[in-house]
T-cell receptor, first 113, second 114 residues
Framework: DAGVIQSPRHEVTEMGQEVTLRCKPI?????LFWYRQTMMRGLELLIY????????DSGMPEDRFSAKMPNASFSTLKIQPSEPRDSAVYFC???????????FGPGTRLTVT | KNQVEQSPQSLIILEGKNCTLQ??????????LRWYKQDTGRGPVSLTI?????NTKSNGRYTATLDADTKQSSLHITASQLSDSASYIC?????????????FGKGTKLSVKP
């Protein structure tokens, strides 16, 4: 988990509510990734940024999902409105160089009831 | 279709024993293959990264092998410890693809019992 802080660690919300997940990379990086992990589908890439610019958001499941990276030290993933099928663990990951290994945060476990 | 298949889905072994986890892939063109360890409630942590020209790479008691011809990789754990209990995820990178072009396996859940 070194290098990436995610908050909250756990989030329980009701269907229809807005959810905002936060990622704060500590160390230097060029790329930031958002992943979703479920038992059925494993890890799935949602979106990634290069130097704060969104490069590929083809993994974002629906328009209900949006992500921003206003600066190199902060990124958010927002779900509005949330649905029970959004329940998963959401990870933020960073890498410094193209093709280099990724460093994952501890994840946010989201439960939508 | 680019896919990564891991086996077994889960595995239980006794402390001190060795084990081998398998990863088969159909990713093309191939760039590199990574093994990650994910402890419960934590994010994945990289164990090894192997390129096309590398057949084996070790990280302590973990040894990964790669056969690019048969598109198979294995992760061998020697003298297992209780702390090895985790999920192990195989990830293959597509050559020339974007930074997001990683194909993930669903992982093997390993339980090491005393």
């Amino acid at each position: 988990d070194a290098g990436v802080i995610q908050s909250p660690r756990h989030e329980v919300t009701e269907m229809g509510q807005e959810v905002t997940l936060r990622c704060k990379p500590i160390s230097g990086h060029d790329y930031l990734f958002w992943y979703r992990q479920t038992m059925m589908r494993g890890l799935e890439l949602l979106i990634y940024f290069n130097n704060n610019v969104p490069i590929d958001d083809s993994g974002m499941p629906e328009d209900r999902f949006s992500a921003k990276m206003p600066n190199a030290s902060f990124s958010t993933l927002k779900i509005q409105p949330s649905e029970p099928r959004d329940s998963a663990v959401y990870f933020c990951a960073i890498t410094g160089l193209a093709g280099a290994e990724q460093y994952f945060g501890p994840g946010t476990r989201l439960t939508v009831t | 279709k680019n896919q990564v298949e891991q086996s077994p889905q889960s595995l239980i072994i006794l402390e001190g024993k060795n084990c081998t986890l398998q990863c088969n892939y159909t990713v093309s063109p191939f760039s590199n293959l990574r093994w990650y360890k994910q402890d419960t409630g934590r994010g994945p942590v990289s164990l090894t990264i192997m390129t096309f020209s590398e057949n084996t790479k070790s990280n302590g008691r973990y040894t990964a092998t790669l056969d690019a011809d048969t598109k198979q990789s294995s992760l061998h754990i020697t003298a297992s410890q209780l702390s090895d209990s985790a999920s192990y995820i195989c990830v293959v990178s597509v050559y020339g693809g974007s930074q997001g072009n990683l194909i993930f396996g669903k992982g093997t859940k390993l339980s090491v019992k005393p």
